[in-house]
């Protein structure tokens, strides 16, 4: 019988891949979303004769829903549920506290249902990010090396002081979740381990084609304004100067709950090339693969300009112990901006 993994927020940008490869690998997949409307969302990216491999749970809100039901019978968790969008009125009800509940609950149902079920599962994935990582504070940092051992300095207050500063909120819904899950292994001991993902930018193709604008998940909606906002559009800061290929960040997922399972770990991903606001543009208008259609709404900005120095991101736990490896960001844009073109041709008819 195929073992089951949990997916959290299975209709998410990460959580679709995670679940489109857990299924191509011969699990069973059970999917945490929020309605009936994300499950047909996620279903969509999933090839009908395979559909009989994934099962959901509903849970509406992460912040105070309990999870019981959903680890039922599983043998493996990756929660990736979290919220990720700047549309933030309240810092502590609309992300904060959804981030640091739903990874606390999540394990405290694991925890729960091993005491009762001979240990059972085995190993949480939890996605962190690289903003649970960084110091702002330090700057570019050139020459420095971003690893496992850093944390953000930011604190609960912060965040909650942070209204006007959506970026800041996000970072303290991250780093203050992952610091609950490795509270949470300190205090309660649990039988299970878990490994936690420390991504950077993330940005990619969706598992499946966008119908709307709305389809567009927070990672690349930049990158849809961007190239989309006509010849003399302006070109954003470039904030974080590292990214990775969202698939590449699936593959991860599944090869920490996989791989080293006896042990907790946190890992550290980034492709090794830096990337820019200027770097996509020069894809897109230099591409023979991409479509006209959103070549002619992209801006030139400088061609070739590059970022001044700055830090690095140190990979190579992941990459040694994980097998974790690069798409190349080319790939990466050029596969996002074709599906891009496909959205902008469907809004026109």
Not at 73 to 80: K, P, T
Not at 134 to 143: A, E, H, N, V
Not at 170 to 194: G, H, L, M, Q
Request: hydrophobic share 35%.
């Amino acid at each position: 019988m195929s073992k089951t993994i949990l997916v959290t927020g299975a209709n998410s940008f990460i959580g679709g891949w995670i679940v489109k490869y857990l299924i191509e690998k011969g699990y069973n997949v059970r999917g945490t979303v929020r309605s009936q409307a994300k499950e047909l969302q996620v279903l969509d990216g999933i090839s009908k004769d395979k559909q009989n491999q994934i099962s959901f749970v509903h849970i509406p809100d992460i912040t105070t829903d309990s999870f019981e039901e959903a680890v039922k019978d599983v043998h493996g968790i990756i929660h990736v549920a979290s919220p990720y969008h700047f549309k933030v009125t309240d810092p502590e009800k609309d992300m904060i506290l959804p981030a640091i509940n739903g990874t606390k609950r999540i394990l405290e149902a694991a925890h729960e249902y091993n005491k009762k079920n001979d240990n059972k599962i085995k190993r949480i994935v939890i996605t962190s990010s690289f903003a649970s990582v960084f110091d702002q504070t330090k700057g570019l940092r050139p020459g420095y090396s971003y690893t496992e051992e850093d944390w953000c300095p930011l604190t609960y207050e912060e965040g909650i002081e942070a209204k006007d500063d959506p970026v800041t909120v996000y970072r303290v819904s991250k780093v203050c979740a992952e610091r609950a899950a490795w509270d949470f292994i300190k205090n309660e001991k649990p039988s299970f381990t878990i490994a936690t993902i420390c991504e950077p930018m993330v940005f990619g193709p969706s598992v499946t084609d966008f119908k709307s604008i709305d389809d567009i998940h927070t990672s690349n909606s930049s990158i849809w304004s961007l190239v989309t906002s006509g010849k003399d559009g302006k070109i954003p800061e470039t904030r974080v100067p590292k990214q990775i290929d969202v698939r590449d960040v699936a593959y991860a997922h599944i090869a920490a709950l996989e791989r080293i399972t006896n042990t907790n770990q946190r890992y550290l991903i980034s492709a090794p090339s830096r990337w820019s606001q200027q770097q996509i543009l020069d894809i897109v208008n230099e591409s023979t693969t991409i479509p006209t259609n959103i070549k002619n709404t992209t801006p030139i900005g400088i061609k070739g300009q590059q970022l001044p120095e700055h830090f690095n991101i140190d990979s190579s736990k992941a990459e040694n112990e994980l097998g974790v490896t690069y798409i190349p960001f080319k790939k990466t844009i050029e596969d996002l901006i074709i599906q891009f073109s496909k959205l902008q041709h469907l809004q026109k008819h």
